[in-house]
């Protein structure tokens, strides 16, 4: 009988979080170029949209509590 070790179940847990990372992207991806293939007029913006699937827009909690809306973001004005 053949025990499987706790550094073989890690590296299997670290694998499987991986994979479904890696599938999570595929379908946002995949979706965005569902949508964009319609509505873009060129390959850069049909691309530029695939690219920022992934991305989340910022909450209003967000934008509350960043550093940025303390400071100016161009200090040469």
Known sequence: MYR???KEIQQLSATCLSQIKSDDLYRLRNDAKLRAVNTT???EE???IVD???LKSLSRYDKMNSQTNKSRWNSQI
């Open 41 to 43: 007029k060129s390959y």
């Open 52 to 54: 920022a699937a992934h």
């Open 46 to 48: 049909f691309k530029d």
């Open 4 to 6: 499987i070790t706790e």
